[in-house]
């Protein structure tokens, strides 16, 4: 990126206009305790060129790593750009931030087969006798519908046209200018004779946004504490997830006690994770039992997955009463909402 590297955030600049080595890492340090708009700019193409980066890793079809890695990096970057632009946003970046979006959702189905493939193989090196047999024709199943899936999701991503997207927000996160400035919070493109553009200091607009997530956060907790079904525990899970992947933008600009408020986000993340790996699994199962074609063909194991059923349902119920003990938990104890007040 030929504009980033004439003012890299962590060098001296190019001969010719070198100020002192002393001078130059004062400079940096300052912007690290002190992020501005063009720091957040940057974070944000770093995380565009990981999502970007990842496509043709997916399109191998033999890289569930990569299908996460694509996933997680389209939310972050719409957290990203969340932070960047607030409401009303530029058609444009509206535009993009739906395609983002659209990416994730494509690959949703491919990733739960492969987080459930990642499963049986435990299982079966658990497993003995009928029971592995059982596990092995789950994994059958699974190997048959990931390949309809990846086919379908190879097909719509290719038609999103990545690439394209990666030209035109990197276009608008460089030159900002060329967006709405009512809409837009930076100080200014990365060219230093730009006109800046007016907009809060970045961690009071951060700060903002924490609270948005924290209060949804919140409420869809309270709404899981509630109903015993676990009907909300999916919505906190994303709820949570969101409000980790703003809180990770603090721990870049290395803000107090960002770290720390993450780690408690991420235990959480991870009981509602296993939680909601169980919830797909029994899904799955259930739709074996339902698919008639694939039942006759191995009769024989059809109690075995029923029993496999279950099994997972108990281990699903037991991880729910843990998943809503920690919500509350979380919620309880305000160590993420003082954290946040702290930045105001």
Known sequence: MEELETVPVNSNPSEGGQMPANAAAAGVAAMVQKPGWTEARRLALKQLDKLVGQEPKVLRGNRPDAVHALRVASRRLQEELDLLYSKPRPPEIRRVRRKIRRCRGI???LRNCDVLLARTQNHLAASRSTRRQAWETVTAFLHERRQALFSKAVHKLTRINLPEIYLELREHLIRPDKSAASSWNGDGPFEPQAQSHP??????RLAEEL???CDEFERQAGKANQNSGGESLHPSRIAAKKLRYLIEIAAEFKMDGSQQALNGLKNLQTILGGWHDLEMSEIMLTE???NAKFIRDNLARAPWILRLI???R????RLKHKAMEVLQKAVSDGAVRAWINSLQ
């Open 199 to 204: 907009g809060p200091p970045l961690q009071e």
């Open 314 to 317: 108990k281990s699903k119920e």
């Open 288 to 290: 074996i039992v339902g």
């Open 310 to 312: 279950e099994q997972e």
């Open 211 to 213: 609270n948005r997530r």
């Open 107 to 109: 690959l949703s189905g």
